[in-house]
């Protein structure tokens, strides 16, 4: 019988993913990059095989956060979250963890291009207002 992968493991994983998303890497440059192939880094981002701290430590280098970003939210073993998300609603951590469809990432990719912070800091407060609202904005269904 096949043991399902460790939920740190996946965390850690769907985080790198993420990044790797984000910066605009593929999974075959990041398998170039630290040596093993893109199908281990597919591995590696479902969480089925485990990152070696030093491997953990060259991706995070690569992808240009330091090694704490892969366990932000991570759940821990008494079943909560490591503290940058415990404080958050509860309904705040089920986004957390859904999040990053490719919608997400292309409203964030869009977002990081804004240069003009009173802009984004706008744009934060509107986007968190039709959220709060619950209705949709005018013309949406």
């Given at each position: 019988?096949?043991?399902?992968?460790?939920?740190?493991?996946?965390?850690?994983?769907?985080?790198?993913?993420?990044?790797?998303?984000?910066?605009?890497?593929?999974?075959?440059?990041?398998?170039?990059?630290?040596?093993?192939?893109?199908?281990?880094?597919?591995?590696?981002?479902?969480?089925?095989?485990?990152?070696?701290?030093?491997?953990?430590?060259?991706?995070?280098?690569?992808?240009?956060?330091?090694?704490?970003?892969?366990?932000?939210?991570?759940?821990?073993q008494d079943g909560?979250?490591?503290?940058?998300?415990?404080?958050?609603?509860?309904?705040?951590?089920?986004?957390?963890?859904?999040?990053?469809?490719?919608?997400?990432?292309?409203?964030?990719?869009?977002?990081?291009?804004?240069?003009?912070?009173?802009?984004?800091?706008?744009?934060?407060?509107?986007?968190?207002?039709?959220?709060?609202?619950?209705?949709?904005?005018?013309?949406?269904?």
């Open positions: 019988m096949k043991k399902a992968p460790d939920p740190v493991d996946r965390h850690v994983g769907h985080r790198v993913r993420v990044r790797r998303l984000l910066v605009g890497v593929s999974q075959e440059k990041l398998g170039d990059a630290l040596g093993v192939t893109f199908q281990q880094i597919q591995k590696y981002e479902k969480g089925t095989n485990r990152i070696s701290a030093s491997r953990l430590r060259q991706i995070a280098d690569m992808l240009n956060v330091p090694v704490s970003f892969f366990y932000e939210g991570a759940p821990r909560g979250r490591s503290e940058e998300v415990a404080a958050e609603p509860a309904s705040d951590t089920a986004a957390h963890d859904v999040f990053w469809t490719s919608q997400d990432l292309q409203l964030v990719r869009a977002f990081q291009r804004i240069t003009d912070h009173q802009l984004r800091r706008r744009i934060i407060s509107l986007v968190e207002a039709i959220g709060t609202s619950g209705a949709p904005p005018d013309g949406a269904e």
